[in-house]
């Protein structure tokens, strides 16, 4: 597959910032800890999922991320998804208003967007969609790979039709990643120049995880120990920086 150029043009894999899709608090806790993530995303199924007020909630996984957090207005009418819009990113300096994909989501991202509000246009599969959603001022267009699957439709085929006609007309607008559903959507997603992934927590473990690697971390401990006066002098080496007064 074709790898399509990003904002910039070399290193596509690790240009792609990850944010985190969930509500739960705990799971944000866990990952930011990582010192991976950018962003986060909720929506409200993943909110009506959890316990507490939504907005505490909101508030403290923007904290911890210290970057761009989504929380989704649900009015069907564009006066409605403005007025939430408005009063949502009064909760913390990092919301972005998550608006749903139609003609009064279209209305409410341009209005939104106008007044200087963070908009991520949500449920965009299709390129057309994309180019609308970027047209009203949305900052991130989501586009969903699972649900695209979940229906037998490819979703890095459309993913990249995405990502071409927005650079291809130098909109702003970041392509989002979003419905991740294992980690090969991650490097799909990172291969076809998408800005962003918002990625749930069980994929991040599964990110993590390799046979290589638990192998050979047991290895490097097990050749360590045999050697107990090397374990002995990195533990010296530690003391003497701490005596220095180092961190
Ligand atoms: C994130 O912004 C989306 O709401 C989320 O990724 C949807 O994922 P799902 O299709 O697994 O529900």
Not at 43 to 55: Q, T, Y
Not at 61 to 78: M, N
Not at 96 to 111: D, H, I, N, W
């Amino acid at each position: 597959m074709r790898r399509v150029g990003a904002a910039s043009d070399s290193n596509n894999l690790g240009s792609m910032k990850l944010f985190i899709d969930t509500g739960a608090v705990s799971e944000v806790e866990e990952i930011a800890s990582w010192g991976v993530l950018a962003g986060a995303t909720t929506n409200p199924s993943l909110l009506a999922k959890e316990d507490g007020d939504p907005g505490d909630i909101i508030r403290r996984i923007a904290d911890l991320v210290d970057g761009p957090t989504s929380a989704e207005v649900v009015s069907a009418t564009a006066e409605g998804m403005i007025e939430e819009g408005r009063a949502l990113r009064e909760l913390h300096r990092h919301v972005t208003v998550k608006v749903p994909f139609c003609e009064a989501g279209l209305a409410a991202s341009r209005t939104l967007a106008d007044e200087g509000t963070m908009v991520n246009m949500t449920l965009v599969f299709s390129p057309n969609q994309a180019l609308l959603a970027a047209s009203a001022g949305a900052t991130f267009v989501s586009c969903f790979m699972g649900r695209l699957d979940d229906i037998s439709v490819n979703s890095a085929t459309v993913l990249e039709e995405i990502v071409d006609v927005l650079r291809a007309r130098d909109l702003e607008s970041q392509v989002l990643a979003a419905s991740i559903r294992h980690p090969e959507h991650m490097v799909t997603a990172a291969a076809l120049g998408c800005d962003v992934a918002t990625v749930p927590a069980k994929v991040f473990h599964q990110m993590l995880s390799h046979p290589l690697t638990t192998a050979g971390a047991a290895k490097f401990e097990e050749d360590w120990k045999s050697r107990p006066e090397f374990g002995e002098w990195l533990n010296g080496l530690v003391a003497d920086h701490k005596a220095k007064g180092g961190s």
